[in-house]
């Protein structure tokens, strides 16, 4: 099949598969040719459509952390045609890194991981503008970062970075999605600001003694679960494709294969989004 009669059966095949009473699924000449073909997976979804790329094409979303988990999130975002993405981590690339942070290859060794992240992501897909922010997001830059985003995903590994996403966000009134991995389980949990619980609505203050991935270890196949978790996430927030996890989280031993889902309310104290 030539190039062009392929991308007229790809345009076509998203056209034909439009749910019923759903019409603005049908592929109606806003995307180019070239997008049609790269999106054409997800636009025969009945449940996406281009109504969704449109707006995923129009979105801006902020990645902290381009490690274990901010990798999958990064590159399934860039796959799926997110406008802009961010990507924050003031770190470089280190030989222990390369088990699971898959945005980052031996040649990278010493680079900054995010120009690290940015250059594969420029390569996976021309049509996104990645933005690199060599820096540590903490309490005096989060709010500053975070502004203009559509969805923030957190990708950091500290309980102190957590907390100032999770403030930042509130603030400002942006979804944001959290993660977590250590060993062989991990959490996830999306939170609309003023809508649903928030981060610290569910984990009022950090843990005296959590241990660290240097110290207790983690799995790169359990880090991609929960990164992937957190990247559907993230396109659930942008365009409404399925409901997100929010109030409360899902938390997954992937040792044993069990999966919890844990409710939680928003606290009408709480200092981050209460409304005392
Ligand atoms: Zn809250």
Known sequence: MSPSSRRGFFRELAASVVAPGAEE????????DA????????????????????????ASVLVIGAGALGAPVALYLAGAGVGRLGVVDDDAVELSNLHRQLLHFTPDLGAPKAESAAAKLRFLNPEVLVDAYRVRLDDGNAGTLVAGHDVVVDCSD????????????????????????LGLAGLVMSVRPGRSACYRCVFPSAPDDAPRCADAGVLGPAAGVIGSLQALEALKLLTGVAPPITDGFLQLDLATADVLRVHAERRSDCPDCGED
Do not use: D, N
Request: hydrophobic share 50%.
């Open 35 to 58: 997008a049609v073909e790269r999106y054409s997976r997800q636009l025969v979804l009945p449940e996406w459509g281009e109504a969704a790329q449109v707006a995923l094409a129009e």
């Open 25 to 32: 699924h049908a592929v109606s000449g806003q995307l180019s």
């Open 158 to 181: 500290s309980f102190a970075t957590r907390y100032a996403v999770c403030a930042a966000c509130c603030a400002a009134g942006v979804p944001f999605v959290e993660g977590g991995v």
